[in-house]
């Protein structure tokens, strides 16, 4: 078996930090307080797990990178937002997030729901600033983020209302963003209809598996452990959603294939269950997975 | 002196409202509580007022209403949106909002972070939903609904930090979606840059006489009545911001232009303010001022 050793992620990642830096007001000024509140949101951390999917997907088209960086941080600043939501007294009233106090806890719940407007606000604006070659472009990343925008919404306010549709849930409140990071990147790489349509289907895998992942390492999955292992131990290139196959964890993890230090050890986790087989899965979505370092094939069958 | 009519308003705003409610979630499924608190919050009346200076910039540049009437939904659901929050018991602490329960009061507060949330998704995506005909349209819209959006929150907090900026917090808070307005409806119709520059500053004295006006029926104007009263007397082409003067009460207002009935009765005071005059405006301020009926001209010296 061999593991590839996926994107310079390290790199990557300062690279995106650095322009969502760029994109972030200075707090300063009458809005000083909200836009301290709007960097706090964003800089305190985070795998950047979706924007490097955003990455990942325009370089499997062969586009490069840097044509999906403004879409990459345009994903990242809606999760953002969610998140700082999300804590809010209203919804979870969680006072902490990644360690430190949440944005409400730290700058009141009236800046926390401003700063969350103006978050996702901000996504579009980077959107605005993405340089297109192509002027049908930019009018498919609109369209995109706008729907993973509701999307997201419908999800959380399904969860909320306690629906017991998993699979909606989790579609939309978690992989309508993954989804989105591809389709955005595929397109802004300069994909073609169907490589957009195909690595969203492989993003919407790798969103699904991550809240499974998620709900029972929470030890709350919806599905109960029980229901979930079998959706585990399938393979990722079936259609889904949540019910159908996704991921396996048939092959244990090579100490080869150790992530670099940023890697949060949940994603690494995630990571040895979401395998790619090179045999049922298309090209392009393998290149992504490669990209992301998630592509294990079997020895002799596979390429770069 | 004359009036000028005004564009057929009231055949506008149902226009308008059409083209909101198909844009809107049915409230089924899922998501239903959301989709039922976004319709509460975009459908319980309002004057329009933003897009009808949307639809009427359009207008005023020789392009057709309907060419804007996307981007007139998208700032009207984006003014939806700022008001479910404002409301919120975080914020204002409103339970009322045009004599009926606000959106939080309704469907509870986590219900309407949710829907203000969506509502401003769903703005992006009225905008991915416009037909345009010149690749760089769309990217121009993104661009002035993306910055207000921002902008909108930024006054927001301003206030919200005890601000003693008034042109700021006006400027921002309000002034930005009527801004908006008018340079996505010039966008839209096929304006030059130089006509979106323009009826956005002729925009900008509108929404500023607006909160103005707003603050001193509530009595509670930053400025004070006193001084408040020399801005209401300049004329409203000068380069502002606040401070600046935007709009002046000279003229009594004619018994003929009694607006339909739909015109809320503020609007109507408003309008008796708000008077452009011909000799000191541009030619398209002045198309837009009178479609939107705000127009009065000395006797003679006007065209249609």
Known sequence: MCYTGGMDSENTKRQIEAALAKLLPSPEGEAAALHAA??????????????????????????????????ACAIELLHSYTLVHDDLPAMDNDTERRGRPSTWAKFGEDTAILAGDALQALAFVALAKTPVSCPGVRAGLLSILGEAAVGVVRGQAAELSGSKDVAYVYGHKTADLFVAAARMGATAGGGTAAQVERLGTFALHLGLAFQHEDDLLDGDSPLGRAEAEPTRRSPCSSACPATRPSFRTS???????????WIHPRMWRLRRFFIVRQADTPTDSISLARRLGWCRCARGTGGA
Chains 1, 2 share one sequence.
Do not use: F, H
């Open 251 to 261: 092959l244990p993890a090579s100490p080869r294939a150790r992530p670099s230090d």
């Open 38 to 71: 709007m960097r706090w949101a964003v800089e305190g951390g985070g795998k950047r797990v979706r924007p490097l999917v955003c990455l990942a997907a325009a370089e499997a088209v062969g586009g490069a990178a840097d044509d999906a960086l403004m879409p």
